[in-house]
């Protein structure tokens, strides 16, 4: 028997491709008579559209076609976006229309699609389109935007508030008459996107001698592209095929089925020939959905312990000028506030804003961010007036262990009430204060302070509800090579998919993972699937490939047992071999597959069906619930405001890992998301909502200096949701990240008692809080 | 006038000749003219580094520069750093060995810079790693597998040279 592997720390099987540059990106696609696609998109956030003239692009080198909306079939010309995930509370769920000829509602709006026989041609020509713009005056930021004063999103529409609803539950009233202390503040987190390295890409492929069209995506989520385009077109499900090859980087926004996903398939068909468009960054800027800008006006009240009684307020989102996956991101924010507290009492009013910008849908961390960027805040302040250590305000409301499952009295975004399923948060704040040294950080920021430096600590806690459903299926097959291949509907964007379904699979056939490949994102592979977002793939194909693995190596052992004339419970599987116990007696894998293929006129041995393969289909009862706790240390110069990560330690606890090392790199690389969101990443809009930072010399991701080294202890709370035990691992890196790194920051800055309520925070803000403080 | 030339480039050894047009940038020539597809484009405006390239021998970005500029020009892309094909050099086996990658989109920029640059600086400290590859930007890892693989690289081509 080898080493086993789930949960071993290998390193994976997808990196010597990787490192070699033999990975197959979407814009690595050479096709033969391939065309190249450029977009004409709306320089204006808000414009009416009173003409469109082609005539110059029409005859400009290398044009091979010029579509604007009235040149697509008849039945595309005014078709939207399908509703992905309709919701009673939304009341103007606009979408967008594959090109639009009348009003652009948002900046990068695309306009018209010129298809030539290079990008640099369709690009040149995309210049020359005319179109009569009427400039609109925009909604820009969300929270104006709901004044009935504000300039409309949509002209027509009667207002720009694209839904509203509450959740909540216990006696408010009670909690805050009773209360020893209330606070009451507000917080504001800023717009903010995934920016993938690898932009969004699209390669479709029409063949007409069988009808079937092919289409690679830059997605996560190929089969979702496929159910998109089969409504939206109205084509035979198994006359679309859509592969996710390797995906550089996702990041959630590469989840959301886009326009230019419905208009390369429809002009490759029209065409007969293959067309390519690769979104370039400024595009990238303008036309790839973002998430996070919300306004959160919320009131807490707690005893004389620091015990919560209740919360109550309002939160404010900004849904951008289209609603394509409704009110996933706010119905997340406002059922993830309560966290992982005791909160006897909770009620949060949420509206969400229609804006002249490209459309909000989750990007890593999901609406989550935000909410415990809230909450942790508020939690602060009221430890600060009791004059208690903010640790020890959140020990003593940490949800206790022996009261898991913990039904919180909410619904969570699967319709199933939130129970937590298992977790220790007591151990996770606890681990982290270790591994973080919070307890001597008094002694090392005295120290420091005598030095003339200005060092600060800060805590967040955080609940994440992972591996959502409906399912994900895997198909495990093991070939007459021997070698087993497994076949899985989401895509990989770096998750490292390859080696974790691997390692849940070999120990079931005693091998190493090197003898397993991984097909995944292929819609041609296997009959279903969803996608890999909502970090929902260790649960739900993990699980899959875990049963169809179990049920592969119960009919090897079936037919291996005919074979070898042995009883099936006699039968063990090592090194690849299915052989009796305690004796010689053994038999391969691949004979075994072979044998299983059958022979012309005979029977299959032991009457089983033909093919040494199984595929199974897991879908959740309800969402795994992670947590974690991340405890930074921060240095600030209180001069430049200038901010300094001395030590980021994290608890994580995503249930059982499949490879910690993979998991590690997970958290770290959801962390230096998270400092962004801190410190760094800022999508400037003007105030007709026109973007001003569209390149990334304008909008700061975190370089390495920026990123900080990430401890990382793992607390393992092994879920009863699934037979792994695993929960999702991609987001909650992020998730904790600025609530802590901005209590840090206030901490450094202490002495000139400095308050901080939104994220994230420039140096420049800083330094001028500091110097507003100083004036005083 | 015309607005094409022919260029004659070495690429990993071999020797492209080409009629481009002069607005070819360089990355897109190395792409879809040389189909060496392992050099990536991730902003076309210098910021990213995943275009980098080794242009007689020091770093480059290839989406900066014309692909007539690098006529009778050498470059090393990723696809030439291996030293065969069933070997990986040891800086991009430092890499599989520290979870140095993720997607994979930016690692050849990465490999590029981090070869000139242990080249230059054989013993770096960790903050000189990350200064290097400042210039270099990775969504996926945090860069924290990165930098650790650029100090494993170094003590690995110390021991092995």
């Not at chain 1, 010029?66 to 992905?84: C, G, H, I, K, N």
């Not at chain 1, 397993?516 to 993990?542: E, H, L, W």
């Not at chain 1, 026109?690 to 390495?704: D, K, Q």
């Not at chain 2, 640059?117 to 996926?140: K, M, Q, W, Y």
Request: glycine share 10%; hydrophobic share 40%.
């Amino acid at each position: 028997m080898g080493a086993k592997m789930f949960g071993a720390r290998v390193p994976r099987l997808e990196d010597p491709r990787l490192l070699t540059g033999y990975g197959s990106y979407t814009d690595d696609f050479h096709l033969l008579d391939m065309l190249e696609a450029a977009f004409v998109r709306s320089p204006h956030s808000h414009a009416k559209i009173n003409g469109i003239d082609v005539t110059a692009a029409v005859a400009h080198k290398g044009v091979v076609a010029v579509y604007t909306a009235s040149d697509l079939p008849e039945d595309l010309r005014y078709t939207t976006v399908p509703f992905q995930v309709p919701n009673p509370a939304i009341s103007q769920p606009f979408q967008q229309r594959l090109l639009e000829d009348r009003e652009v509602c948002f900046s990068g709006e695309p306009i018209a699609l010129i298809v030539a026989d290079t990008r640099y041609n369709a690009e040149d020509a995309a210049m020359l389109v005319e179109v009569d713009y009427e400039i609109l005056p925009g909604a820009s930021d969300c929270k104006s935007s709901l004044d009935d004063a504000a300039p409309l999103c949509h002209a027509d529409a009667p207002n720009n508030e694209g839904a509203k609803y509450t959740v909540g539950y216990g006696d408010l009233d009670a909690a805050f008459a009773n209360a020893h202390l209330t606070h009451r503040e507000e917080y504001w987190i800023h717009r903010g996107g995934g920016f993938a390295i690898e932009n969004r890409a699209v390669v479709a492929k029409y063949e007409e001698l069988d009808d079937v069209l092919t289409i690679w995506s830059a997605t996560q989520s190929p089969f979702l592209v496929k159910q998109n385009i089969v409504d939206m077109l109205g084509w035979e499900s198994d006359k679309v095929r859509v592969i996710a090859p390797d995906v550089g980087g996702g990041f959630g926004p590469k989840t959301v089925y886009y326009v230019e996903e419905a208009l390369i398939p429809v002009i490759a068909k029209d065409l007969g020939r293959p067309v390519k468009w690769v979104e370039d960054r400024r595009e990238n800027f303008l036309a790839t959905n973002m998430e996070r800008d919300q306004y959160w006006d919320m009131e807490i009240a707690v005893d004389v312990d620091g015990k919560l009684l209740g919360v109550r307020g309002s939160m404010i989102h900004d849904t951008g000028a289209y609603m394509p996956w409704g009110i996933i991101s706010p119905y997340i924010s406002a059922t993830t506030f309560p966290g992982p507290y005791i909160l006897p009492a909770y009620q949060l009013e949420t509206r969400v804003a229609l804006t002249n910008k490209v459309a909000v849908t989750p990007v890593r961390g999901a609406g989550r961010p935000q909410a415990v960027f809230a909450m942790e805040r508020l939690m602060d302040r009221v430890a600060d007036k009791l004059n208690l250590d903010r640790a020890e305000i959140r020990r003593r409301n940490l949800i206790p262990t022996e009261d898991m499952p913990y039904a919180l009295g909410l619904i969570f975004r699967d319709g199933k009430p939130m129970t937590y399923d298992s977790g220790d948060y007591p151990k996770c704040q606890a681990e982290a204060m270790r591994l973080g040294d919070y307890d001597g950080f008094k002694i090392r920021q005295k120290a420091a302070r005598a030095k003339g430096h200005h060092i600060g600590i800060g805590i967040a806690n955080y609940v994440e509800g992972t591996g959502l459903g409906p399912f994900e299926g895997a198909t495990v097959r093991i070939q007459p090579s021997g070698r087993i291949c497994i076949y899985t509907g989401g895509g990989d964007s770096g998750q490292g998919h390859w080696t974790t379904l691997a390692q849940v699979c070999a120990d079931k056939f005693g091998v190493g993972i090197e003898h397993i490949d991984v097909q995944k994102g292929d819609t041609g592979k296997i009959a279903s699937g969803v996608g890999t977002f909502a970090s929902r793939i260790a649960v739900n194909a993990g699980s899959s490939v875990h049963l169809a693995s179990t049920e592969v190596r119960e009919k090897a052992i079936k037919v291996a047992a005919h074979m070898l004339e042995a009883a099936e419970e006699d039968m063990d599987i090592e090194n690849g071999r299915v052989g009796v116990k305690g004796s010689d007696l053994s038999v391969p894998l691949s004979e075994i597959a072979r044998a299983v293929q059958g022979m012309p006129g005979f029977s299959l041995p032991g009457g089983v069906e033909p093919g040494l393969e199984a595929t199974h289909y897991f879908s959740p009862s309800q969402s795994s619930y992670c947590n974690g706790t991340a405890v930074v240390e921060v240095e600030v110069d209180p001069e430049t405001g200038q901010v300094e990560i001395l030590k980021y330690s994290m608890a994580h606890d995503s249930g059982t890992l499949i490879n910690p090392f993979v998991v590690d790199g997970q958290v770290q690389g959801a962390v230096a998301q998270g400092v962004g969101n801190s410190l760094l990443e800022w999508m400037v809009y003007d105030d007709n909502a026109n973007p001003v930072s569209a390149t990334f010399a304008e909008y700061l991701l975190p370089s390495a200096p920026e990123a900080p080294n990430v401890d990382v202890v793992h607390v393992e709370s092994p879920t009863p949701i699934n037979p792994l035990g695993v929960k999702g691992a991609g987001e909650g890196g992020t998730i904790p990240a600025a609530a802590a790194i901005i209590a840090a920051i206030e901490d450094a800055l202490s002495p000139w008692d400095v308050e901080i309520s939104c994220a994230p925070v420039t140096p420049s803000m800083i330094a001028e809080k500091v110097w507003a403080k100083a004036c005083d | 006038m015309s607005d094409r030339r022919n260029i004659s480039v070495t690429i990993n050894g071999e020797t492209f000749e080409r009629e481009v047009e002069t607005r070819l940038h360089l990355a897109d020539f190395i792409r879809h003219e040389c189909l060496l597809t392992g050099t990536h484009v991730g902003c076309e405006h210098g910021v990213c580094g995943a275009c980098t390239i080794l242009l007689n021998g020091q770093t480059a970005r290839s989406c900066l520069m014309l692909a007539v500029q690098a006529d009778g020009q050498e470059i090393k892309t990723v696809e030439g750093i291996a030293p065969n094909k069933e070997e990986l050099h040891p800086l991009q086996q430092a890499f599989q060995d520290n979870h140095g990658l993720q997607c994979g989109f930016c690692t050849p920029g990465m490999l590029t810079t981090l070869l000139e640059f242990l080249e230059d600086n054989p013993d770096p400290t960790e903050r000189e790693v990350r200064e290097a590859i400042s210039g270099n930007l990775c969504r996926c890892t945090g860069y924290q597998g990165i930098v650790a693989a650029a100090l494993d690289a170094a003590k690995r081509l110390q021991a092995g040279s």
